[in-house]
């Protein structure tokens, strides 16, 4: 058998056992050819010759003969081919009747806006128990009014009777004052304070500034109540430019914001309100008695 031929790949199966038989017959052959030469021994060589190549095909050896192994593998594949390929063709002659097949199916869904019925009754009642129902409880917000806005509004009246200083903070007004304006808050007892207004807290009775402002060059913040009883006169110094965009400018606190002191504002405004009022001191003091009045 030629081993050299085992390593060399398969080629079609029937080359293969055309190969197989070729060389089960090669001894018969061999022996065959041997018997003719003796036989024949009164001819010449080019008879021999040509009397072998006629009896043995020599190119027939030369073929590969492939994986014996992978040939045998193959061979029973196409064994176990029909016996699959019925099991895969296998079809149903019989045709189920309309109502095994009715039967067989799923049921429908339900609609999708249709909501489940959920049955309340208890286990043997068919019909709807009738029994009153008591009228809802009135809520506490009609029978009792929220009574902070009225004793709000009854304390403002006491301490801002002409309602000067709710208009001096009112949003609604142009006028109004406004986080970075400069106020000046004279109180009865203790000096008044002058600073820029941080912040504005609007609290109702409690609403309060937060004015800072520098005392021996030292960084002073002081909250201020405007509808304290000690406060006199609220007056604006200075107004910002521009409308700052911030409620609260506590960045004014760093070094780089910080406004200093506001003395030289207070002065300039003492000088120009007094002035004004020099022009009509004499028709004005026949009348109050030379006293200033309230600055709200």
């Not at 003969?65 to 193959?74: P, V, Y």
């Not at 020099?278 to 009045?293: D, E, F, L, P």
Request: proline fraction near 9%; include cysteine.
């Amino acid at each position: 058998m030629n081993v050299h031929a085992l390593r060399r790949p398969l080629g079609c199966l029937k080359t293969a056992l055309r190969q197989t038989r070729q060389q089960k017959a090669l001894p018969l052959a061999r022996s065959l050819a041997t018997a003719l030469l003796h036989h024949d021994d009164e001819h010449d060589d080019k008879d021999q010759t040509s009397a072998v190549t006629t009896t043995m095909n020599v190119h027939a050896l030369r073929r590969p003969l492939g994986c014996l192994k992978t040939a045998l593998r193959q061979t029973r594949q196409q064994k176990a081919l029909p016996l699959a390929r019925s099991l895969a063709t296998a079809v149903e002659t019989t045709t189920p009747s309309a109502e095994a097949a009715a039967s067989s199916r799923p049921p429908p869904p339900p609609p999708a806006g249709k909501k489940p019925i959920i049955n309340t009754k208890p286990p043997g009642v068919t019909h709807h128990r009738h029994f009153a129902l008591a009228p809802p409880v009135p809520s506490i917000r009609k029978t009792h009014p929220d009574p902070l806005p009225a004793l709000t509004a009854a304390q403002l009246t006491k301490l801002d009777p002409t309602g000067a200083r709710t208009r001096l903070f009112d949003r609604t007004r142009p006028d109004a004052a406004k986080a970075g304006d400069v106020l000046l808050v004279t109180t009865r007892t203790g000096e008044p304070f002058a600073g820029v207004c941080l912040s504005i807290r609007r609290r109702g009775v409690d609403t309060a500034i937060l004015l800072r402002g520098q005392l021996m060059r030292v960084g002073v913040e002081m909250w201020h109540k405007i509808y304290a009883p000690t406060v006199i006169g609220i007056d604006i110094i200075w107004r910002r430019p521009k409308r700052a965009r911030r409620a609260r400018l506590t960045y004014m606190r760093q070094p780089k914001h910080d406004m200093g002191s506001v003395a030289h504002l207070v002065q300039a405004w003492k000088k120009e309100r007094y002035a004004m009022r020099g022009k009509g001191r004499g028709a004005s003091a026949a009348k109050t008695g030379g006293q200033v009045g309230t600055r709200f």
